[in-house]
């Protein structure tokens, strides 16, 4: 059973416009959710996160919003750049879990 | 500085045959884990180590699977007896401790193909 889940496989975004990456979760227990980013060849990096506490985080072009009732959360890039192409993960933790679960990813392709 | 280092990258093994992989972690990380990427899949939890606590195995999915660490540096998962069905890509990640703010890094992974 998977607790997150990213359904969209994939998207493509035309240079310069914003591209908005999804992902939800069944497991209440969750507090705190990361997004990496994977190029092929390569393990995953470490792109953004949020705790549970808040609603929001920004950080440069990336903002990830948190909608804990409807167990959502997404991930804004604004403006999306071709070498923003890449295998996006969700990932969440919950409490003391040292372990990550992850979605499934999405592949991001932006069009230049 | 150096990052997560995986070896081999690629390994390509007969079904039925024993394979080790290794991880060196950043150094100064006191956290390592060890997960698996099945083709189209999200990554999956296997084993993870803190200091000199005794490892967390819940995602070990069979007792063919076992990792060790020695201290805070590298770490090896054998899997034996390989089947068909580990072939996966294996992530080592590690972080400087357990919880939130302390980020996960990841190797670039060994790709296992098991034939």
Redesign the interface.
């Given at each position: 059973d998977?607790q997150?889940k990213?359904n969209s496989?994939s998207l493509s975004v035309q240079e310069g416009r914003i591209s908005i990456l999804n992902c939800d979760y069944t497991n209440s227990m969750f507090d705190?959710f990361?997004w990496?980013k994977k190029y092929p060849?390569?393990?995953?990096?470490?792109l953004i996160?949020i705790?549970s506490i808040k609603d929001k985080n920004e950080d440069g072009r990336f903002t990830v919003f948190l909608n804990k009732s409807a167990k959502h959360l997404s991930l804004h890039i604004v403006p999306s750049q071709p070498g923003d192409s890449a295998v996006y993960?969700c990932?969440a933790?919950a409490g003391s879990a040292?372990?990550?679960?992850?979605?499934?990813?999405t592949q991001l392709t932006v069009l230049p | 500085g150096a990052g997560v280092s995986q070896s081999p990258s690629n390994k390509v093994t007969e079904k039925g045959k024993d394979v080790e992989l290794r991880c060196d972690p950043i150094s100064g990380h006191t956290a390592l884990y060890w997960y698996r990427q099945r083709l189209g899949q999200g990554l999956e939890f296997l084993i993870y180590f803190q200091g000199n606590s005794a490892p967390d195995k819940s995602g070990l999915p069979s007792d063919r699977f076992s990792a060790e660490r020695t201290g805070e540096s590298v770490s090896t998962l054998t899997i034996q007896r390989t089947q068909q069905e580990d072939s996966a890509v294996y992530l080592c990640a590690s972080s400087l401790a357990n919880g939130q703010g302390y980020e996960q890094y990841f190797g670039p992974g060994t790709r296992l193909t098991v034939t």
């Open positions: 998977q997150v990213q496989p705190y990361l990496y060849a390569e393990g995953p990096t470490f996160s705790s993960f990932a933790r040292r372990q990550l679960t992850f979605g499934s990813g | -």
